[in-house]
């Protein structure tokens, strides 16, 4: 078995991989060909929450789990909130093949599936992009969004103000102009990305522009709300995965209220296969609901082992 420690990952894994590793991992899920499990998400107390995100992935050849979670007292002892490894396994024997570092690498997957649906989702001529959020995620997600789209500019709003120039400077290494708004100016963006821990919304319809894409990528758990359920209900859904929009993803307080069908909602990877047409007017509103999927996680572990392999790099231990 190879370890590759969180320490490696920078040096193994872009950004490039993880749009690419993602992308490959959408797109097998809608031909079938790969499925997550149940995720297990258990709060320890303390807004501590700790779990289990697993899947198979019969293409590739990829089997395992990434055991970790969110940890809110990290930062203040100078850790990042979120901690997490990924352990793959041999699909044909179950014999554990690698345990890699699942920190840089959830960011750079989380932040690639937020990509991939502006990508394929934003109106092409996009160019202010608004953030809601300035925690540790949200650099990342500038930062894989400036990738598919020609911003000119980037509008920001968190509830800790704070925390905001967190996202001016890495505005300010990507050369575009940056400026703390409030939210009813996220009507002059034409992508909004939400990525906040926040337990109840703040992004409402009022503030949305017709024609907008949202990629919310905060709500991972049950509780977690970022966006009013009236905007998601009247929004073309997108998801990663539609049993975990309805249940932990931002869809679940629409489903909940009985406004937004789960038979609406559409897996990304519909759209990267051609069988969705993805947006289908200039003024609709597309909301990509990122909730986050085991098989991502172990796309982009499966790429960091690779490439530690060939660089002879990682720790082998006999198992
Ligand atoms: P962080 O702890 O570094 O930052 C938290 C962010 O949420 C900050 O912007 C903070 O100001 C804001 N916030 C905290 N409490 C709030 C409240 N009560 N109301 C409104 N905003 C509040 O976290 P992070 O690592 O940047 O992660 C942000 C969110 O993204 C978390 O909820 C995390 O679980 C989630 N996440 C999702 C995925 C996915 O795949 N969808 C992956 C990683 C992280």
New binding site residues.
Partial sequence: MLIVPETLIASLVTAEDAFRAVEACFAAMARGEACNFPVVREALGEGRQYGFKSGLDRAAGQLGVKAGG?F?GN?AKGM???QSSVFLFDPETGRPVAMVGGNLL?ALR?AA?SAIAIDRLARPDARVLGIV??????GFQLRAAARVRRFERVIAW???PE?LPNVGAVAADLGLPFEAVDLPRMREAEVIVT??????A?LMAAHVAPGTHLSC??T??RG?QEADPALVAGASVFTDEVAQSVTIGEAQHAVAAGTLDASAIVPLGEVLIGRHPGRQTATEITLFD???VGLQDLAVAAVAVQRARERGLGIEVGV
């Fill in positions: 969110y809110p930062a990042i909130n979120h959830t989380t599936a959020g300035a925690g540790h995620q949200a968190n509830l800790h925390m990525i906040t821990s926040s337990p109840v703040s990528m905060g991972d758990t977690k990122g909730t986050g």
